[in-house]
């Protein structure tokens, strides 16, 4: 799915295997230009842009293993240097990026870790687990909108404290502090988020649960406790993919019968619009500035 930074939505980024292995390529969609900027021979599966769209970001793998650390290199093409300083090698965890704070999460023979680097500075170590631990959002590559919110207030964390690996709880924390803003558990059954408001200042999570016994979408907000049911009124799974850019709506994929249906949700009335697609399976889908949706 090719995916972009809510700042910079015209900077795209995307993986594909146009040149016989998987490697991450750009593309400008305001000029049309597109480039491969991985050439690695194992092969490169995430990639993502930074908040500004001036650098392309990826994962790379050195011999097969899945093991390895976060590389960047300028959106136009220019040298290629590791992201972060002071994180050690180790498995991917997930990552996120909001202006000014960068969150990524390794795992290693020793456990699972998570850092933060705020202004451009190093990497710090933020909290170290024996458990499960990871930097929030979904596991595709791109753009994680579950990780950080818009302004980089919050930093939302998925973790298997106490043993149950099978039902994630999540927790929020001060990236900057690593003080603790919410925790949220539902004993035996599993929270994922989604997507954090796309506006800046504006604390609400779009949260995955399975309260009803399928997983459907609410909204949380860490800071004052809120929590908001949506009453969609669709047989299946509902998940939210993305929001609108005013945070007006959230951009829903209601799963039936092994195919996905996409609607927008509006926030304020509960009003469901269907999206029009082809029928079918959908990975991943996102809304550009103007509306539009864009789906895999």
Same mark, same amino acid.
């Given at each position: 799915? +090719?995916?972009?930074?809510?700042?910079?939505?015209?900077?795209?980024?995307?993986?594909?295997? =146009?040149?016989? !292995?998987? &490697? /991450?390529?750009?593309?400008?969609? *305001?000029?049309?230009?597109?480039? &491969?900027?991985?050439?690695?021979? /194992?092969? !490169?599966?995430?990639?993502? !842009?930074?908040?500004?769209?001036?650098?392309?970001?990826?994962?790379?793998?050195?011999?097969?293993?899945?093991?390895?650390?976060?590389?960047?290199?300028?959106?136009?093409?220019? @040298?290629? #240097?590791?992201?972060?300083?002071?994180?050690?090698?180790?498995?991917?965890?997930?990552? *996120?990026?909001?202006?000014?704070? /960068?969150?990524?999460?390794?795992?290693?023979?020793?456990?699972?870790?998570?850092? !933060?680097?705020?202004?451009?500075?190093?990497?710090?170590? $933020?909290? #170290?687990?024996?458990?499960?631990?990871?930097?929030?959002?979904? @596991?595709?590559?791109?753009?994680?909108?579950?990780? $950080?919110?818009?302004?980089?207030?919050?930093?939302?964390? &998925?973790?298997?404290?106490?043993? @149950?690996?099978?039902?994630?709880?999540? #927790?929020?924390?001060?990236?900057?502090?690593? *003080?603790?803003?919410?925790?949220?558990?539902?004993?035996?059954?599993?929270? *994922?988020?989604?997507?954090?408001?796309?506006?800046?200042?504006?604390?609400?999570?779009?949260?995955?649960?399975?309260?009803?016994?399928? =997983?459907?979408?609410?909204?949380?907000? +860490?800071?004052?406790?809120?929590?908001? @049911?949506?009453?969609?009124?669709?047989?299946? $799974?509902?998940?939210?993919?993305?929001?609108?850019?005013?945070?007006?709506?959230?951009?829903?994929?209601?799963?039936?019968?092994?195919?996905?249906?996409?609607?927008?949700?509006?926030?304020?009335?509960?009003?469901?619009?269907?999206?029009?697609? +082809?029928?079918? &399976?959908?990975?991943?889908?996102?809304?550009?500035?103007?509306?539009?949706?864009?789906?895999?």
């Amino acid at each position: 799915m +090719p995916d972009w930074s809510p700042g910079a939505p015209d900077r795209v980024v995307y993986e594909s295997t =146009e040149s016989g !292995v998987w &490697q /991450v390529h750009c593309w400008d969609v *305001a000029s049309g230009a597109r480039r &491969q900027v991985t050439d690695h021979p /194992v092969g !490169v599966v995430a990639g993502s !842009v930074t908040p500004d769209g001036a650098d392309v970001l990826w994962w790379q793998d050195e011999t097969g293993d899945e093991s390895g650390q976060w590389y960047v290199a300028p959106f136009a093409g220019g @040298d290629v #240097r590791p992201l972060l300083d002071g994180i050690p090698q180790g498995w991917n965890e997930g990552f *996120a990026q909001a202006p000014g704070v /960068v969150a990524a999460s390794v795992s290693d023979r020793g456990g699972f870790a998570v850092y !933060v680097a705020v202004d451009g500075g190093p990497a710090k170590e $933020l909290f #170290r687990s024996a458990d499960w631990l990871r930097v929030s959002g979904p @596991d595709d590559a791109g753009y994680n909108r579950g990780g $950080l919110s818009a302004d980089g207030s919050f930093l939302c964390l &998925q973790h298997c404290e106490g043993g @149950d690996m099978l039902h994630p709880a999540l #927790r929020v924390v001060d990236p900057r502090t690593s *003080a603790v803003v919410a925790d949220l558990r539902d004993d035996g059954k599993s929270l *994922a988020t989604a997507a954090w408001s796309p506006v800046a200042g504006d604390g609400r999570l779009a949260v995955i649960h399975e309260r009803s016994g399928e =997983e459907a979408t609410a909204i949380w907000e +860490p800071a004052t406790g809120s929590w908001t @049911d949506l009453p969609i009124g669709l047989p299946g $799974l509902v998940v939210a993919y993305d929001w609108w850019p005013d945070a007006s709506a959230l951009l829903l994929a209601n799963l039936v019968e092994g195919r996905h249906r996409l609607y927008r949700y509006e926030l304020a009335t509960g009003e469901l619009t269907p999206i029009e697609h +082809p029928d079918g &399976q959908i990975s991943a889908a996102r809304v550009r500035p103007d509306g539009a949706v864009w789906l895999h």
